[in-house]
């Protein structure tokens, strides 16, 4: 290895730590060879094994050794920098030394989880120690600076997650902005009649903290609204919110409904998203009486002043305060915020792609969320099921799994359509005495106060029959068949298919991510699973966190869940957004960028390069400066710089070189 | 006492370097007064037994200018190492592997094959390429045995000292020559220049406009380069960002981009990544088509980038088969 001339602290002493990680890493790497090899690398005063590294233990080995003056640099060859690389710069820290002499081989996520060959483990094991020792050896030692943490948090989606988050800080008297994109917060509860297991009516529970939020002094609530760009990190977002023309001022409008009455339309004819699509609204409209604001908006798609210019528009006319404005335009907001939540929801599963469930081709077949609505005393039809011909529906075919533990679709189980069906079930016998049939594959209702439900459906004769409905149609066979539709599925627990008819089916759907998920990901510059579900930064131990410091996930948006659920999860979020602002300042990574003034020859490269406006020009004296306070550490201006001049801290050329060197000496 | 001895021999190379060093003029007249020169085969009858019988380090300073590519450079460097204390590489091609060194995106058959059987200029139905050894009725004739692969002198032997340039400017010259006469020997390894990029030292370097971007490349045999503005702001690849100073900016008086014959400064590991690098950063598009647009009008990347350098870069050469020809390839 050649010695850099720039060492400045004399010969460096290496402790290289090699962690079994149980047998993780032990049974595929040959520990006691490794850590021989590692013995004998240039500057390598100590070379330990230890069963876990990042126990207390583990990390008093190398706070012993610092202290003992056998060594001044650390390398931890275990696991991903993403778990542990705080833990032992720390320890590096807890030793006396400078915390980023410390690098660290990952023989874990690279080597032994990702091969069945010992051999070869052994061999990438140790080219990647020898990459981090040469590695190490020129690390200097760098000053963390720490930034204040923005008060302010940001919360984007309005359902009960959201609203939960927002309150818990707000009451904690922090200033919160909701960003919601419908015209109204509540998310999908707000279409519920009851919830399960309780069956406590949805809306009581929900609108009284719909007010709150409307009400708090600490919440902005921004409706038809979405967020379109984030700059910054934690504790420092700079976020640019996109609020839509509603085309009534919000503060004007009192929620009269005097303007939808005087609308040309005289009855509602455009499919009303808030009862999907079971009902019409006219172009003016107020999704549902609790609404939140409580304040129309005009639909530009489908108002005739918008399509043809012609309209007198009444609507304004009858508009007292005068809050009907055609003329309103898109507003760009423009906040600063410390910490964001992500409580963006799901999106049900769309039945149509199971064509063989019938769903858009015979009538009576519903979703599971189309029933909600159908249920509901708020809802079209005032909480009476009906047929489509007005008759009560006599039998009734509630069918599981659409959309979910199904390889065709998504294989994963939606965890909240059991319950529901059961609730479903309840209501629907409750409103119709009709006899419900359940379809499942297996009841899972698991959660407090859950079996017991299953049971008092039991009790209530409501029929459960054990398999995967494989059609619905309604080609009849016999007689008694004729003008039902004909459910078939394969009786699991008697071993024989059976042909179901019905009046009425209710297909339970699945939870899908958003849509949108992806670009929202972006956006915020966090990870989703493959299914599109917002990947939390460690499913058991950080649940609510994100890759990205400072932004958190609450509710559905992380994957399936229940409203108890997605509570437990806001509160989790807002308590990790308030920790965040309760420490006060957040300790930035150093590794920004600087110029070496001697020997900028002022070629003005870099200056362009910068995303962060952090590189200016010294005109005097003809040379390039980094605003260390600016840099983010992304490295564009040193892989510009031509000659070198700019270099990055914990990523220097030499540094990376000499990594570079290390493993191509020792594959 | 007496004088220290010097030597300059040439390899590979153009012979630009010898006229560097006539080039010195009147000061040229200075430095003979100085030294006794004890080998310099382009001005001086002198063989190579003669140094073959020299002591070992008996000469003070021998400059060697040009690649290495053959046996018979490979073994008078070698022979010039152990007679000299120092080994000056000099020039562009000793120091980086030079112009030469673009063979290295061939092997030795494609450029045999090339010069003396497919040219235009070669007589039609010629089969004859150099051999190194053919028997004639009057004994056996050799030929030194040119190399699959271009090598930089540091790549053969022991370097001291690199004066880089192609060629090394007149002032590098005379004041290396004089701090190595005067006994005051700089680091082992260094290379006697400036180490900082030419743009510092750029008559134009005040036009430089602060948003630097390329939206089109230009090659100078096709538009004309205001002589009044930075070059490379007008969209021909001046390479003097990247480049080590010391020259004067000579091309650049003369109108013309820096090419970067001096080399990169201490702290770039490779010219031609560098370049790229740097160049690349300046291209004013963000979407793939355009910025592939702008690229495509760059002509010949590897001869822009590596002019003076591939031997000595990264990756030395383009990809050989393992079992392709089995050429020796020097030390
Ligand atoms: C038919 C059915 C019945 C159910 N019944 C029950 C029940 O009885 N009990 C129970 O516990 N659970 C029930 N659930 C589950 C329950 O719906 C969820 O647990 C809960 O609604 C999830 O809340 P959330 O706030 O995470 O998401 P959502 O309710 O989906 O709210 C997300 C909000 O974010 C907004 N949004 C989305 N993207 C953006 C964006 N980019 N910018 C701004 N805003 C955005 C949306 O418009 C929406 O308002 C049921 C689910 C279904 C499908």
């Known amino acids: 290895m050649s010695v850099p001339e720039n060492r400045t602290n004399g010969t460096p002493k290496i402790g290289v730590y090699i962690c079994h990680c149980g047998i993780n890493i032990a049974n595929k790497v040959n520990i006691k060879e490794t850590v021989d090899f590692a013995a004998k690398l240039p500057y390598v005063t100590v070379a330990k094994e230890y069963k876990f590294m990042c126990s207390d233990p583990g990390q008093e080995l190398i706070q012993q050794d610092i202290r003992a003056g056998l060594i001044d640099r650390v390398v931890v060859a275990s696991c991903s920098p993403l778990m542990h690389e705080a833990t032992f710069r720390n320890a590096t820290g807890e030793g006396g030394a400078n915390p980023f002499m410390f690098q660290m081989a990952n023989i874990r996520e690279h080597v032994s989880w990702v091969t069945f060959d010992k051999d070869a483990a052994t061999v990438k094991a140790k080219a990647l120690i020898a990459a981090a020792v040469h590695r190490v050896s020129l690390h200097r030692p760098l000053e963390q600076t720490r930034v204040p943490v923005h008060p302010d948090v940001l919360v984007v989606g309005g359902g009960i997650a959201g609203i939960h988050a927002s309150l818990t800080l707000a009451n904690a008297g922090k200033k919160v902005y909701l960003v919601e994109r419908e015209p109204t917060i509540g998310g999908h509860m707000a279409k519920f009649d009851k919830t399960f297991p309780t069956l406590d009516c949805s809306a009581c529970i929900l609108t009284p903290k719909m007010s709150a939020v409307r009400a708090h002094p600490n919440i902005t609530l921004w409706t038809y609204s979405e967020v379109v760009g984030v700059e910054g990190f934690v504790g420092n977002f700079k976020v640019k919110v996109r609020r839509k023309p509603r085309y009534v001022d919000e503060d004007l409008c009192v929620g009269c409904l005097e303007c939808i009455e005087a609308c040309i339309f005289k009855k509602g004819k455009f499919p009303d998203e808030f009862n999907q699509g079971l009902s019409q609204r006219k172009p003016i409209y107020i999704p549902f009486p609790q609404a939140t604001p409580l304040v129309a908006v005009i639909d530009p798609e489908t108002c005739a002043h918008f399509k043809t210019g012609k309209c007198k528009k009444p609507c304004a006319d009858a508009c007292q305060p005068g809050a009907v404005k055609f003329d309103q335009t898109e507003e760009i907001k423009e906040v600063a915020v410390g910490s964001v939540i992500l409580a963006t929801g799901f999106k049900a599963f769309d039945a149509a792609r199971v064509g063989r469930y019938g769903y858009g081709k015979y009538p009576n077949i519903y979703t599971s969320l189309e029933i909600e609505r159908l249920v509901n005393a708020a809802g079209p039809t005032g909480g009476e099921l009906k047929m489509a011909d007005g008759r009560k529906p006599k039998s009734v075919g509630i069918v599981h799994c659409v959309g979910s533990r199904d390889n065709n679709t998504n294989a994963y189980c939606s965890r909240v359509c059991c319950m529901y069906s059961l609730k479903l079930a309840h209501l629907i016998k409750e409103r119709t005495e009709a006899e419900v049939y359940n379809f499942y594959i297996d009841m899972r209702t698991p959660g407090k106060g859950y079996e017991e439900f299953y049971e008092r459906l039991l009790k209530e004769n409501v029929h459960f029959i054990r398999g995967r409905v494989a059609e619905i149609n309604d080609w009849a066979m016999i007689d008694e068949e004729k003008g039902h539709l004909i459910i078939r599925v394969e009786d699991t627990l008697i071993g024989r298919v059976r042909r179901v008819p019905v009046d009425m089916v209710v297909l339970s759907v699945g939870l899908e991510a958003q849509p949108d998920a992806d670009a929202v990901r972006r956006l915020f510059n966090i990870s989703c699973s493959h299914e599109g579900w917002f990947l939390e930064r460690h499913p058991k131990l950080a649940p609510v966190s994100t890759f990205t410091e400072g932004i958190f996930l609450a509710g559905a948006c992380q994957g399936p869940k229940d409203i108890p659920d997605c509570v437990a999860q806001a509160g989790a979020a807002a308590a990790e957004a308030l920790a965040l602002i309760d420490k006060g300042s957040v300790e930035l990574e150093p590794n920004t960028a600087f110029v070496n003034e001697e020997v900028c020859a002022g070629c003005h490269t870099c200056l362009n390069v910068c995303p962060y406006g952090a590189i200016s020009y010294i005109k005097e004296i003809n040379k390039a400066r980094v605003n260390g306070a600016l840099c983010k550490g992304c490295g564009t201006c040193v892989a510009a710089c031509p000659s070198g001049a700019l270099q990055q801290n914990l990523f220097t050329d030499e540094q990376i070189m000499n990594e570079i060197k290390g493993v191509m000496n020792h594959v | ?331």
């Open chain 2, 1 to 331: 006492m007496s004088k220290p001895k010097v030597a300059f021999y040439w390899c590979a190379s153009c012979g630009g370097c010898e006229e560097a060093v006539v080039d010195l003029n009147e000061d040229i007249l200075g430095v003979v007064q100085a030294v006794d020169i004890v080998f310099w085969p382009v001005a001086l009858d002198f063989k190579r037994q003669d140094v073959e019988a020299m002591d070992d380090g008996s000469i003070t300073v021998s400059f060697i200018n040009g690649a290495i590519r053959s046996s018979e450079q490979y073994e008078m460097v070698e022979l010039l190492r152990r007679k000299s204390k120092i080994v000056i590489a000099f020039g562009s091609c000793a120091h980086l592997g030079g112009i030469p060194g673009l063979a290295n995106t061939f092997d030795r058959a494609a450029m045999l094959k090339e010069a003396y059987l497919e040219s235009p200029s070669v007589t039609s139905g010629n089969t004859t390429i150099p051999q190194t050894e053919i028997t004639v009725p009057e004994g056996k004739l050799t030929l030194p045995e040119l190399w699959d692969t271009v090598k930089s002198l540091d790549q053969t032997i022991k370097v001291d000292y690199y004066l880089p340039g192609c060629p090394p400017p007149a002032n590098l010259i005379k004041e290396a020559v004089t701090t190595i006469l005067e006994g005051r020997l700089p680091e082992p390894g260094t290379i006697l220049a400036p180490d900082i990029a030419l743009c510092e030292d750029c008559p134009r370097r005040e036009t430089k406009p602060d948003k630097l971007i390329i939206e089109q490349f230009k090659r100078p045999s096709q538009y004309i380069i205001d002589p009044d503005q930075c070059i490379l702001a007008q969209g021909f690849l001046c390479l003097g960002s990247v480049t080590r100073k010391g020259c004067g900016a000579v091309c650049i008086e003369g109108n013309m981009p820096c090419t970067g014959c001096m080399g990169p400064t201490s702290r770039v590991k490779d010219f031609g990544a560098k370049a790229m690098s740097a160049i690349a950063s300046l291209i004013d598009a963000d979407d793939e088509e355009k910025i592939t647009k702008i690229i495509d009008g760059m002509a010949d990347p590897v001869g822009t980038f590596y002019r003076y350098s591939l031997p000595a870069s990264i990756i030395h050469r383009s990809y050989q088969k393992p079992d392709g020809g089995g050429a020796h390839n020097g030390a």
